[in-house]
Structure formats: structure tokens, C-alpha cells
Nanobody, 125 residues
């Protein structure tokens, strides 16, 4: 089992940047595929980005492609989400998630076994 704790959220002006971190407990972090999702007020949770266990493959939602970058440091048990050129539409609670299932649809919430509590990102116009 793995526990996930997100950090790095906050209030930023449109056009600004934030870097989210997700720290994982346990000694098997390197065997998990990781994802970031977000949920805006009144909307369903949606996929943002994912990275495979080695960091060699990454996947992005079209809405963030070219602006967000997912990465991981397995030595630090941490996955990151660098968010640049933020827009008010990026305002949401951001969640990280971990998966040990055979990867099928990276953007499907059912792929992921474990979830963090989330961190709020607010982008002002």
C-alpha cells in the first residue's frame, strides 16, 4: 500500500507557474505508474497527466499539453507536476494517484489504486 500527500498548490495570477509535488510513502514507489487529476467546482474529476514507473513515458490531457510537465524522482519517492502559463480554467483541486494495474487507459480513474487528499490551485484573471 502507498500513501500520497500533495503539496505546492496556491493562488497564482493567470500566466504564472506552480509546481505541485506528490510525496509517496513506502519502498515500492518505483513500481507504480502515477497520475495527476483535477476537479473544478461543480465538475467531475478529470485526467491531467500520467507517467509510467520509469519516467520514460508521459501522457497529457489535450487541455494542458505544452503547458504542464509531469516528472518523477524515484529516489525521492516523489512525482511532480510543473504547471506553466496557468489559466483561470486550471483552477481546481489537484490529486495525485498511483497505479500498479496493467496500464490500459491512462486517463481512466479506475486504473489507479491509491489517491491523495488533493491540493487547491486557484488561478486569478
Amino acid at each position: 500500500q502507498v500513501q500520497l500527500v500533495e503539496s505546492g498548490g496556491g493562488l497564482v495570477q493567470a500566466g504564472g507557474s506552480l509546481r505541485l509535488s506528490c510525496a509517496a510513502s513506502g519502498r515500492t514507489f518505483g513500481s507504480y505508474d502515477m497520475g495527476w487529476f483535477r476537479q473544478a467546482p461543480g465538475k467531475e474529476r478529470e485526467f491531467v497527466a500520467a507517467i509510467n514507473w520509469s519516467g520514460g513515458n508521459t501522457y497529457y490531457a489535450d487541455s494542458v499539453k505544452g503547458r504542464f510537465t509531469i516528472s518523477r524522482d524515484n529516489a525521492k519517492n516523489t512525482v511532480y507536476l510543473q504547471m506553466n502559463s496557468l489559466e483561470p480554467e486550471d483552477t481546481a483541486v489537484y490529486y495525485c494517484a498511483a497505479s500498479r494495474k496493467k496500464p490500459t487507459a491512462w486517463d481512466s480513474q479506475t486504473l489507479y489504486n491509491y489517491w491523495g487528499q488533493g491540493t487547491q490551485v486557484t488561478v486569478s484573471s
